[in-house]
């Protein structure tokens, strides 16, 4: 055993009060609060590395596979399938593997919705929808309906269906905010093609997507590895793309050939369908849901009786995701981050919009990691405070 | 050992004279032909497999790290830096780590190097450059200057520099055509500024990256697993985007912020840097090109000598990457692809474009697998004529 093993090692036991079993299980992997890429299940990565070199006696590595293929087809299929048992996706929604990251959808959603009026609505609650708007802009007219920027996007504004623009053509929300740790509690109302934004809460609780017009995420959350875009878009909403829009991003061109009008990232889509699999064996999103308010419930509970520790979000606008919070003093706040870091607590940095720290606690992030977190914190405020 | 696996077992004692041990080796592992997601060498895999749970005691996977902490920043600058080693990139090159595949740098060549003339010279020599050829008249005039389409782009035309439009702001070329077999012997001379997609041939041989403007390639042949585009620029060719251009289409986007404007296909990436690393501790590209070079002329010179099977590409236009060729008699082609792939001989079927079989022998592909291939080429046609 190498001494950093070791050190871990005497850290973990005298932190965790986990056994020695336990702690020798978790020797290898560490608690990972980080912002995303994020967390993968532990589960997930071991069958992927029993399948990487030989995936099911075929003699090759899924990443070394045909994408025309009956395995792949198989494989890029039941994941398709099973993101739509597990989201309820009705038929006349398309579902896209596409590539590119959220910030390409940026583009894309203006480029392929905007009809004749080039308008739409946009609420501003942080970083994202700012880059968001500022893209839709070079395409036509935006119009932001509600903003919470007053405030360093710490709460989300209240919005009522008398807001929208009348000849909108949709409304743009991001409904959770990796940077700041807010969240919509209810979607908007009325008449509205609604698209989200939904690349850090997307299978992290229940969302009826007929509410949608669109909804697009990054993968690199609650999905698998980064390098996959997911898009889920109403079939009424393809075929209208602009003139100027590149092949590659109207939504028709892969709607039409099932994802597969180029090489789609194969990797990054088998390792999706792992999850995918798992979270629907595991209960599905109720279930989900339910762990996830649990975790999130016990670090704000610790949070709010604090002396030293305190959320940066209050009430309803609170994420299940992402939790930042501070000491209020820029020093403590360093010292935790780095004290955590040699208790396996990781990537517990602050962003820099809003400084102190964030505990990304996604999908499959486990409670024992939360409750970790929360002695560790317990015991630095008895020795700082 | 599975049924499947005993059989496979004898069929390559018998087929492949290798000893136990080198059978028992390749028992796990197939002779995969596949034109693309392609092979990965073995050791690549082994290594990705071994670091797949944990990362160098880092407690996670490389899928799941902040792509702004310090472990994936150090993979992705040394991925970098060992490809500019490997082909030689000077300075004033940016080399660029996108999505999206070659099929998105079709539309953002045109947005980003037209210039107020909007005007390119294609070269016309299969299914990829007409791609890339519909796609640039949707933002310009696209003039064809040389085609193979006459003998169904079963050569390479030739082309003289002064064919080239007088106003034209780049040359396209397809320097190997995936599903014909063909490439480029010599690159096109004179004053252009050269574009070329070289998706099928990048780091198979040598290039001198001074002589092309702009280099795009997708991953998943020479590089590693698909999911990643990469792109050569010479620096004086960015920053002239069309207006229309999305930010995430934009070259300058990318090469201002080290390819990290938003969340990289980090896991392609990783495995990219390990396919450089291992090219470069085994010779880099001369000894690569000796290498493929060696494994094309056996098959080449096989299929020449041969009264059963044939070449369907003549002479200089040979491709060392992808080698189609035909029986002449389609069921006796689709009776050898069904035999080979008994005998762990993968993937071989040609593209329906040109039929019969297709060899795809890319950097990773053994010699040893062209051996055995032309084994039992030699005994289908003992007993098939």
């Known amino acids: ?208 997507v007929n509410k949608f017009g669109l909804i697009y995420a990054g993968s690199q959350k609650n999905i698998g590895p980064s390098g996959l875009t997911i898009v889920i878009v109403r079939e009424d909403l393809l075929g209208r793309a602009m003139d100027i829009t590149p092949t590659m991003l109207d939504y028709q061109t892969h709607a039409n050939s099932g994802s597969m009008f180029n090489t789609p990232p194969c990797f990054s889509i088998y390792m999706a369908g792992l999850v995918f699999e798992r979270m629907l064996s595991n209960g599905g999103i109720k279930s989900m849901e339910a762990r996830n308010k649990e975790k999130a419930q016990l670090l704000y509970d610790f949070l709010d009786q604090s002396n030293l520790f305190s959320a940066t979000v209050e009430g309803s606008s609170r994420s299940i995701m992402n939790i930042p919070f501070v000491t209020g003093r820029q020093d403590l706040d360093e010292q935790f981050i780095s004290e955590a870091e040699l208790n396996n607590l990781k990537t517990l940095k602050g962003h820099r919009s809003v400084g102190g720290m964030r505990a990304s606690i996604y999908n499959a992030f486990p409670k024992k990691g939360v409750e970790t977190l929360i002695d560790f914190m317990s015991e630095f405020e008895n020795s700082n405070v």
């Open 1 to 208: 055993m190498s001494l950093v093993l070791l050190t871990k090692y005497f850290h973990l036991r005298h932190l965790s009060n986990s056994s020695h079993a336990e702690i020798i299980l978790l020797m290898n992997r560490c608690y990972n609060f980080s912002a995303g890429p994020a967390n993968l299940p532990l589960e997930v990565l071991e069958q992927a590395q029993a399948d990487l070199v030989d995936y099911q006696e075929t003699g090759m590595s899924v990443m070394e596979m045909s994408h025309r293929g009956k395995t792949y087809m198989a494989i890029h299929q039941k994941a398709e399938k099973d993101l739509r048992l597990l989201m309820d996706i009705s038929e006349n929604y398309k579902v896209l593997f596409l590539q590119g990251g959220a910030s390409t959808q940026f583009a894309a959603v203006p480029m392929n919705l905007f009809s004749s009026n080039r308008s739409a609505d946009y609420v501003k609650t942080g970083a994202w929808s700012k880059k968001a708007i500022a893209e839709a802009k070079r395409y036509g007219t935006v119009r932001v309906i509600a903003s919470s920027e007053d405030k360093n996007f710490n709460y989300i504004p209240s919005i009522s269906a008398d807001q929208y623009s009348a000849n909108a053509d949709y409304l743009h929300i991001t409904s959770n905010n990796t940077i700041y740790g807010t969240c919509f509690a209810n979607l908007p109302t009325g008449e509205v093609t609604l698209v989200c934004d939904m690349s850090s809460d997307i299978l992290s609780k229940s969302y009826d």
